[in-house]
């Protein structure tokens, strides 16, 4: 993709189409030549790889793609390898190619001569990969002339210029191609999609007028955890796969912020669903909830020390109009148990004796004091620990992940990066 528009002026563009057929042909491998005059700020090589694994150039599970990216305002060019020619062009190769045919040639303003000899020795070695390094670099000699303007000619005819459009984040990438992205993420757009339908069930029951007790402890027991499980299970693992499909953190910083929002919408619902005014049991009016200084008349001496340790927390709704109150009972943030003789929730470990520490051979024996804040009742319980296991290695596994199928006219290669750039 000749964004400038040298190629197509000097003819080269012919000439490289040539040479790039007639190597897929006879090889299958696939190498792409984009010149750009600009890509903003970003750094060549991140786009580099972008493009490429955006591209997918190189024919899927062969990863034999190349791509030779040519940067005008950065004056820089770069050589993204797939994985499976790295063997062929190693970094260093594509490094001297580089610095042999590409570089000397830009320097003097023979852009198009810099790219065909660069490309043209990139197909000597995968054509001739047990050739020397030395011999692979001496090219035959070249019958065609390509003429260039200079760059700033070519850079002022900016209704000429091509600029591809920034490679699509994540949202970008699958709402354009939907039914790829849903062969790809199948069960990840589930998992979202069920966080979605839950959050949007909550949503619905937070913004009611009246709120009742059930539909807290409905969403408390079912969608909120539906919602965490799904939320993290998809935005988990979208990041992973996309992490190792792109190589770059822009897919996973788009998706974090969405999952963070999924999980901050769960607390906003339960936060209303338990603050929405209730509506009285007997009487049908509206309710008012008491402070926590009111509600200690409703509750019982347990259930002040409940909420007083914050094992328990106690909402007392009030009818203005018939007096009637109605209880409802939440979770506190410190835990304790049931008391074995008041059945408070008022039980909580206060000391541990150490009679033996546990260690390889025997198990250890350690004695805990409890006691309730309620009924003042104590125990010591007499508790064995298990023994220590003895440190064990563990092997290290290995995952590998690779991208898609293929789209638009390329395979399906993807690289991880290795290649070669210079500056000019
Ligand atoms: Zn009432
Ligand atoms: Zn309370
Ligand atoms: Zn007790």
Not at 99 to 120: A, Q
Request: proline share 4%; with cysteine; net charge neutral.
């Amino acid at each position: 993709m000749d964004g400038i528009g040298y190629l197509i002026d000097s003819g080269a563009e012919a000439r490289l189409n040539a040479l790039i057929g007639n190597l897929e042909q006879e090889t299958g491998a696939e190498i792409a030549v984009v010149t750009l005059s600009s890509i903003g700020e970003e750094s060549p090589k991140d786009f580099a790889v972008r493009l490429f694994n955006y591209w997918q150039i190189g024919k899927k599970g062969k990863e034999n793609g190349i791509l030779v990216l040519h940067i005008a305002d950065q004056r820089r060019v770069e050589i993204e390898i797939g994985y499976g020619n790295e063997g062929a062009i190693p970094d260093i190769i594509a490094k001297r190619i580089l610095e042999t045919h590409v570089i000397p040639n830009f320097k003097e303003g023979r852009f198009s001569l810099g790219l065909v000899l660069g490309v043209h020795s990139l197909i000597r070695c995968l054509k001739m990969p047990n050739l020397s390094l030395e011999k692979k670099l001496i090219l035959p000699k070249m019958e065609e002339q390509f003429n260039d303007n200079s760059m700033e000619y070519y850079l002022s005819q900016s209704d000429r210029l091509v600029t591809l459009k920034p490679v699509p984040g994540i949202f970008e990438r699958h709402l354009s191609s939907p039914f790829q992205s849903a062969k790809e993420y199948a069960t990840y757009w589930y998992a979202l999609g069920s966080s979605l339908l839950f959050l949007f069930i909550g949503s619905i029951l937070a913004v009611l007028p009246i709120g009742k007790f059930a539909f807290y402890q409905s969403y408390l027991h079912i969608g909120r955890w539906i919602v965490w499980l799904a939320t993290i299970f998809a935005v988990g693992f979208i990041s992973y796969s996309e992490y190792y499909e792109s190589e770059s953190f822009w897919s996973i910083l788009q998706i974090l912020p969405f999952g963070f929002l999924l999980l901050k919408a769960n607390g906003w619902i339960l936060k209303r669903l338990r603050e929405n005014p209730r509506s009285c049991g007997r009487c049908g009016n509206r309710m008012i909830k008491l402070n926590e200084k009111e509600d200690n008349a409703y509750l019982d001496a347990g259930e002040i020390t409940e909420e007083k340790i914050k094992s328990l927390d106690y909402d007392i709704w009030y009818c203005k109009n018939c007096q009637h109150t109605q209880k409802e009972k939440y979770s506190g943030e410190s835990p304790a148990s049931g008391c074995p003789r008041c059945s408070y929730k008022t039980f909580r470990e206060v000391s541990r004796t150490v009679i033996s520490v546990a260690t390889e051979s025997h198990g250890g024996e350690e004695i805990v004091n409890s006691n309730c804040a309620h009924c003042k009742h104590q125990s010591s319980v007499r508790i064995y620990t298990t023994k220590l296991s003895p440190p064990s290695s563990s092997g290290s596994g290995s995952s590998s992940w690779s991208s898609s199928g293929s789209s638009g006219s390329w395979g399906g290669g993807s690289s991880g990066g290795g290649g070669a750039g210079s500056s000019y």
